[in-house]
């Protein structure tokens, strides 16, 4: 019994700990002298498809591969959970204020900084870096490229200044600029023959770290980069990011001590588990995470074209019961709308139980549910969830979707695919019925990343293969209304056509990011995103010289 | 000499015959020769009527999410626990006897009958057939059991029916090789010349003369192959690439949550690891039996 108290005390101790870091991160740790040296091992729960940040849009590759490149702006490294605490990583100053109505940005450029090759870092860089993002050459796959759409032009105008002009002014374009996919590469790999494509094999940055090597399935190593334009950072001497796909297998090697952290999340069971284990040791932050669960119910099959079937999917899924019971076992947790809970511009709880899907009587929503689906010709239908093959959250909620659906009279089945495969049919316009559809934002910026549910033809990951003009129309309108009331209500008939009038989007429960670490892993804080604050350059290890010493010599043999 | 031996003839042509023995006596001698074949038997036979009544022998609907008892402990409502999605674990092992036994009979019996034709026809035909059809099977058999059916699923995709086919495909090589090697004493039994020179057919010398000839080796190839036809179900399923969710089956319920949960609910992992072990056990015991009884070589040496 006394045992059974003591690891509760403990478990209740690190759990207060932790929401005191995710909290205000006002953790007496922050003002701890960093010790340099040292490496950090992180598990890394996916693998990487390519190097290239512009393309890929996994932290499977932001993992291992974010500390060998800098952004042209990023997250203030200090406080991550702002969602406007911006500052310069290659430029240099303050970040600029618009200028010629809110429609001209000017960067003045870092000087002295030198990709890991020795090339010295110019404007040209980064203006050849945005124009391969913002208007890749046919063929070439820019995975955010919708997201830009209000820049017109991106310039040089000398070697330490750019410039971005756009059509019109846009509240969203520096939290877009901190995007960190957003890799700044040098002009003269992207000139080379095959410079659109060379990146998504090759490394060549001005990140903290150097890369070492990668042996594919295994792991990535860094080692730190002497020039790096931060000074004094970075304070480790390397990284190794260990490819684990298996959560469990991610869970023991930080428990036993073969890794330190794990930068996605890990379950509640699982923080519980190894507080318990490990007590002082562990170090739980948690925070809101902008990532939706959701699912797209494919609009090119027949079955889909009817409105009230896709109204009837979400009537049929009792998302507060998800809400309280889920989170227990999976890393979802919040009810909501389109934006990012916390955010301005996101619904509040009354309005957002008016809509399909989020009332608060199950039984009534399921009765309207079925209703629909006889007035549709559609009862008992049957298809199938295109799920990926990836513990949390994915088939713990689509397993928890089919049992949902069942209650409403339909016949569900899943397929769950490996990530390749799975992308690959999220991409095909007839490659599925239902597909399980997170949207996973970095900076959030929810005025922006509403472009998700632009039309098919302007938004790539449209995965409900529909075209909604009116959509495209007030996402414009937003995009460019510079008073927030207005554009909050423009926001509102937005999401309202997206997940209640039209359906064509079933949001589920916003993702909950839990990350328990080594407690000597020190100087990073929790974002509201799995791809935030990952250059590493402010992490330091806070263990005995001899140890980090030791762990340089094994990993880096010096 | 000569009338002892009359006598005794005399004796052998009037003996009474062997005595009528009730099923149970006949029981209880098989189960004295070959305890751990009764054994397995009762396993499997145990394991078909769990399949068979599992609507009637479970308290739970298998696929039933229930948020209020999510990882409940063994107790008096839920003998074997619940899962992470509140099903009952008990329940799901029951229906998951279903899906290992479909699979199971389903694949030995497809794999084991197109191994069968297969291994007859090339001892039967001989020569250039038989070089060719021999290092055809050669190369599928280089590949171990589990990565040839990883190989089939990667390139079929996941389901029940793929799974099937996935194992079939390393089965037919497996048994037409074993059958093949009986099958060449056969074919220099004087009957099959005998056959050819009546003018049968090849297909009724195949199906009618030779392959009733083999099923000893074949009958044991394929109890063999339901055993491990079941335990390769459940590691497809256990890498995710087998039966899908919210099917029960064995191996996908060791899969995610059970790997997640093991610490603090062993019982998530432990009872379909039991089943697994159990089945598979089951059928070898009872495989191994079957040779025995079947193989004349060794029934003579008891």
Known sequence: ?558 | MATVSQGSLAVAMFEEPAAFKPWHVKLRETARKQPIGVAGALIVILMILMAAFAGFVTPYDPVANSYEYMLVPPDGNFIFGTDMLGRDVYSRIVYGARTALFVGFASAAVGGFLGLILGVSSAYFGGLFDLIFQRVMDVFMAFPLVIMALAVVSILGTGTENVILAIIVPFVPRCARVVRSSALQIREIPYIDAAKACGFGHARIILRHMAPNVMAPFLIMVTAFVGQAILTEASLSYLGLGVQEPTPAWGLMLQGGAEEFAESAPWVAVFPGLAITLAVFGFNLFGDALRDVLDPRLRSSQ
Not at chain 1, 28 to 45: F, H, N, Q, T, W
Not at chain 1, 532 to 548: A, F, G, H, I, T
Request: aromatic share 12%; with cysteine.
């Open chain 1, 1 to 558: 019994m006394s045992a059974m108290k003591t690891s509760f005390t403990r478990l209740a101790l690190a759990a207060g700990l932790g929401a005191a870091v995710a909290a205000g991160g006002v953790v007496a740790a922050s003002a701890e002298e960093p010790k340099m040296g040292g490496v950090l091992r992180i598990v890394v729960g996916s693998k990487i498809p390519s190097y290239d940040g512009h393309r890929e849009s996994t932290f499977g590759m932001i993992h291992p591969i974010r500390p060998f490149y800098s952004l042209l702006i990023r997250i203030n490294p200090e406080n991550p959970q702002s969602t406007t605490d911006f500052i310069c990583d290659l430029c240099e100053g303050d970040i600029p204020a618009p200028t010629n109505e809110g429609k001209t940005y000017t960067f003045k450029i870092r000087q002295g900084v030198k990709f890991h090759d020795g090339t010295p870092l110019t404007a040209h860089d980064i203006v050849a870096t945005y124009n391969k993002i913002v208007f890749p050459p046919e063929g070439v796959l820019s995975s955010r490229v919708s997201f830009f759409a209000a820049i017109e032009k991106v310039s040089a105008p000398d070697d330490f200044t750019v410039q971005f002009d756009l059509k019109h002014a846009s509240p969203g374009f520096i939290p877009l600029i901190a995007t960190p996919f957003n890799f700044v590469y040098a002009k003269k790999d992207l000139e080379r023959e095959d410079g659109m494509s060379w990146h998504q094999k090759n490394i060549n940055g001005t990140g903290a770290f150097t890369f070492v090597e990668h042996q594919p399935g295994a792991f990535v190593k860094g080692k730190r980069y002497e020039g790096y334009h931060h000074e004094g950072k970075p304070y480790l001497d390397g990284y190794v990011a260990i490819s684990a796909p298996k959560m469990s297998v991610r869970l023991q090697a930080i428990r036993g001590g073969r890794a330190d952290i794990e930068f996605r999340a890990f379950p509640p069971k699982s923080r519980d588990d190894l507080v318990k284990a490990l007590g002082d040791g562990i170090t739980v932050q948690e925070s809101a995470w902008n990532c939706t669960f959701g699912y797209a119910a494919n609009q090119n099959r027949p079955l889909f074209q009817d409105k009230r079937v896709r109204q009837a999917l979400t009537l049929g899924l009792d998302r507060w019961g998800a809400s309280k019971y889920l989170s227990k076992i999976a890393i979802v947790k919040t009810v909501g709308g389109l934006a990012f809970p916390s955010d301005p511009v996101a619904t509040d709880e009354e309005t957002l139980k008016t809509y399909y899907g989020y009332w608060p009587d199950v039984e009534k929503s399921r009765a309207k549910a079925r209703e629909l689906l006889k007035a549709a010709g559609a009862e008992g239908a049957s298809f199938k969830i295109w799920n990926r093959a990836v513990d949390q959250p994915y088939k713990v909620v689509g397993t928890w979707m089919l049992d949902q659906w069942r209650q409403i009279g339909l016949n569900v089945e899943q397929e769950v695919l490996p990530s390749g495969p799975w992308y690959a049919g999220l991409r095909d316009p007839n490659g599925f019925d239902v597909a399980i559809a997170p949207s996973c934002q970095s900076v959030v910026n929810p005025i922006v990343d509403a472009g998700a549910w632009l039309s098919q033809d302007r938004a790539k990951n449209n995965r409900g293969y529909y075209t909604d003009r009116q959509l495209d129309e007030w996402y414009d309108a937003m995009n460019r209304e510079s008073d927030p009331a207005k554009q909050k209500e423009i926001y509102r008939k937005f999401e309202k056509r997206v997940l209640h009038d039209e359906a064509h989007f079933g949001q589920i429960l916003w993702w909950h990011k839990i990350n328990p670490h080594r407690s000597f892993v020190k100087g990073w804080k929790i974002a509201p995103s799995h791809y935030l604050n990952q250059s590493l350059d402010q992490v330091w290890l806070d263990l005995p010289d001899e140890e980090r010493k030791q762990r340089t010599m094994d990993e880096l043999g010096g």
